[in-house]
């Protein structure tokens, strides 16, 4: 692959465009179109003779012609060495370089365009689909969008019906049909229907008549309808392609991405309707997650929690049930469960009478400390919660919108300081807490962010 460190820029994927030292060139029609039949030819030497006729396409033929014809398609080359020296003394010669063909007729003079592959966008967009065609799925999905980007237009828009450009304007074409149904594939490979869709949709809409891009289209939209079924908001934020999802179901049903389980501060996890409710949260994390041996979890939670130093130690006799050691509100355990991670959130405290109490600042102190252990230890994966504050511990100072917009809110916050935490936030709404929650409140406040950034509360969670 040859490259150049000049900042000469050919553009042939759409209308001709020059470009030097980052400044357009304007070059006159058939300048312009004398530039993209040498783009045309390949790199091939083509004879004055024949720029001329391909270039000029004059019928009428006149005393002396010949002579006229070299001398216009001179002219012409002179100009295009005049633009090209901007970026430096050398660059037309080095760019367009002539040669002598000897002939029946004598010797004729032919020009050879000798760009660089950083220099023309055709054949950047050429090694960027051959890259992408012998790549993993992630490396290829950026390879071909980047590719893609080239594409402003017909290739070889002023020469596009001749003859001579037939060949180079269908192997391009072919690149980007190629290029768009292998986006199509590597989005889906990586389970991102969402992006996929909107490629096979313009696929379809430039290839009406062809099945093949009808099925694809077809399939993608079945399945981001199965996939979205229980979803009732998404949101994707301004310029950080992250999404904030708000879905009707079961939590231990996200299986693709991590979970988030609110705790009390003594980490329990014996769930015998007691300390812990079979009904919770957590109950079901043991039942569902570790085949109801509570054991299993306990030896993780007492893995992650060696790493943070306990508030206080319970006596027998002030504390019979569960465990005696209280960690400070705010403390997160990443817990390994197969490919994924359960984050374990200590938001409530668990009083001596086995009651959980919370509030507004526990509730935002623990979010806030949430959010940066995601980043750190959730393999950029989706991440899901439930509406935390509205079970057992139940924060009465906020209604069930004011606890959605507390976690979109400091996810958002959280942004800011780190835009990879998570591609994506998924809150996870049981069907009876759904008729007391206001999403539209949820989606205005995602719309302000987009306006204002990352970093501005709601004043209702205050």
Do not use: C
């Not at 099945?211 to 009732?232: D, F, I, K, T, Y």
């Amino acid at each position: 692959m040859q490259t150049s460190t000049s900042r000469v820029r050919v553009s042939v994927l759409g209308p001709a465009r020059l470009d030097v030292n980052g400044t357009p060139v304007r070059l006159t029609p058939l300048t312009a179109r004398l530039l993209v039949r040498l783009v045309a030819a390949g790199g091939e030497a083509v004879t004055a003779r024949r720029l001329y006729r391909d270039v000029w396409q004059q019928t009428v033929e006149l005393p002396r012609q010949e002579l006229r014809n070299r001398n216009e398609v001179q002219k012409r080359i002179v100009e295009l060495r005049r633009a090209f020296d901007l970026a430096g003394p050398g660059h037309g010669a080095r760019i367009i370089r002539t040669g002598q063909l000897p002939s029946g007729h004598g010797t004729q003079s032919t020009y050879q365009l000798n760009l660089f592959e950083d220099e023309l966008d055709s054949a950047e967009f050429i090694r960027l689909v051959g890259d992408a065609l012998r790549a993993a799925p992630a490396s290829a999905v950026r390879l071909l969008a980047e590719a893609l980007r080239l594409w402003r237009g017909r290739p070889l828009t002023e020469v596009h019906d001749e003859e001579f450009a037939s060949a180079p304007v269908r192997r391009l074409a072919q690149l980007r049909e190629t290029a768009l149904r292998e986006l199509v594939t590597g989005h889906t490979a990586l389970g991102r229907y969402d992006l996929a869709l909107p490629v096979a949709e313009q696929t379809v809409l430039e290839r009406p008549d062809d099945p093949e891009a009808a099925a694809v289209l077809a399939r993608l939209n079945a399945r981001l309808r199965e996939r979205h079924s229980g979803e009732l908001l998404r949101h994707t934020l301004r310029g950080l392609r992250v999404d904030v999802v708000v879905v009707r179901g079961d939590l231990f049903d996200q299986e693709d991405a991590n979970l988030v389980v609110g705790f009390s501060d003594t980490f329990d996890t014996l769930a015998d309707d007691v300390v812990i409710s079979r009904e919770s949260v957590q109950g079901q994390l043991v039942d569902r997650l570790f085949a109801g041996r509570h054991k299993l979890l306990d030896d993780q939670l007492r893995r992650g929690l060696g790493e943070f130093t306990p508030l206080a130690t319970e006596r027998v006799r002030a504390k019979r049930r569960g465990r005696r050691i209280r960690y400070p509100i705010g403390t997160v355990v990443a817990v390994p469960a197969g490919r994924r991670r359960i984050f374990a959130m200590a938001y409530s405290r668990l009083g001596n009478d086995l009651r959980a109490r919370s509030g507004p600042a526990d509730l935002r102190l623990s979010l806030e400390r949430l959010w940066p252990s995601v980043a750190l230890h959730g393999l950029f994966k989706p991440v899901a919660i439930p509406m935390i504050g509205a079970g057992l511990s139940r924060i009465v100072e906020l209604d069930r919108t004011q606890l959605l917009l507390l976690i979109v809110e400091t996810f958002t916050q959280s942004l800011r300081q780190d835009p990879a935490v998570s591609p994506e936030l998924r809150i996870v709404i049981r069907a009876d807490d759904l008729e007391r929650t206001d999403l539209s409140a949820v989606e205005a406040f995602l719309r302000g962010v987009d306006e204002r950034g990352p970093a501005s509360p709601p004043a209702t969670v205050r």
